[in-house]
């Protein structure tokens, strides 16, 4: 594996991707209901529901899997960095904790859309539906700058969806953006099949 983490957001531009061959290039950190269909190296959730869910699934047990309220005898292990961030940006922290240099964050998209809720997993139990309004992406904008900021040595990069957005305060010397495009043909250069 390359010293090389993939940070996997829940927006629909995640869907380009195989996730079978960022686990096989690098380590993989995912959110949520992602472990209803891939199991990453690492998977972190935050929301009573979904927290709920994977834990009484079993997932937890067999896989490494963070969230704020461990439910005893059921393997989860608490939070103990940026308690209070959302999934995605804690995703991060834990990437950013171990030793790869560099972090490829997508799925990260930020806005809706057409208005709507940009969510892979929209319509399933926990999460709202395909026509709720957007999510406000404020809070994981301050989050993920923080995380960015706290790592200096750390290189942050992000996949852009088509319907990029790129806040100000992330262009920091150790962030840069990629768009999903090139990110496609670079990952299939390293693929190791």
């Given at each position: 594996?390359e010293?090389?983490?993939?940070?996997l957001?829940?927006?629909?531009?995640?869907?380009?991707?195989?996730?079978?061959?960022?686990?096989?290039?690098?380590?993989?950190?995912?959110?949520?209901?992602?472990?209803?269909?891939?199991?990453p190296?690492?998977?972190?959730?935050t929301?009573?529901g979904?927290?709920?869910?994977?834990?009484?699934?079993?997932?937890?047990?067999?896989?490494?899997?963070?969230?704020?309220?461990p439910i005893?005898?059921?393997?989860?292990?608490?939070?103990?960095?940026?308690?209070?961030?959302?999934?995605?940006p804690?995703?991060l922290t834990?990437?950013a904790?171990?030793?790869v240099?560099?972090?490829?964050?997508?799925?990260?998209?930020?806005?809706?859309?057409?208005?709507?809720?940009?969510?892979?997993?929209?319509?399933?139990?926990?999460?709202?539906?395909?026509q709720?309004?957007?999510?406000?992406?404020?809070?994981?904008?301050?989050?993920?700058?923080?995380?960015?900021?706290?790592?200096?040595?750390?290189?942050?990069?992000?996949?852009?969806?088509?319907?990029?957005?790129?806040?100000?305060?992330?262009?920091?010397d150790?962030?840069?953006?990629?768009?999903?495009?090139?990110?496609?043909?670079?990952?299939n250069?390293?693929?190791?099949?």
């Open positions: 594996m010293n090389i983490a993939f940070v957001g829940n927006g629909r531009s995640r869907l380009e991707l195989d996730l079978l061959l960022l686990k096989e290039i690098g380590t993989v950190y995912g959110c949520n209901a992602l472990y209803r269909e891939f199991t190296h690492v998977l972190v959730s929301d009573p979904i927290s709920e869910e994977i834990q009484n699934s079993g997932y937890a047990k067999n896989h490494i899997h963070y969230t704020r309220k005893p005898g059921k393997g989860s292990r608490r939070i103990d960095r940026n308690f209070g961030f959302s999934s995605g804690i995703a834990y990437a904790m171990s030793s240099e560099r972090i490829y964050f997508v799925g990260f998209d930020l806005v809706g859309i057409g208005g709507k809720i940009n969510n892979i997993y929209a319509d399933t139990l926990h999460y709202k539906t395909s709720d309004k957007e999510t406000f992406y404020g809070n994981w904008v301050t989050q993920i700058l923080s995380v960015i900021k706290t790592n200096p040595t750390k290189q942050f990069i992000r996949i852009l969806p088509d319907s990029g957005v790129t806040p100000d305060g992330w262009k920091q150790n962030y840069n953006d990629m768009p999903l495009v090139d990110f496609l043909v670079w990952i250069k390293l693929n190791p099949r």
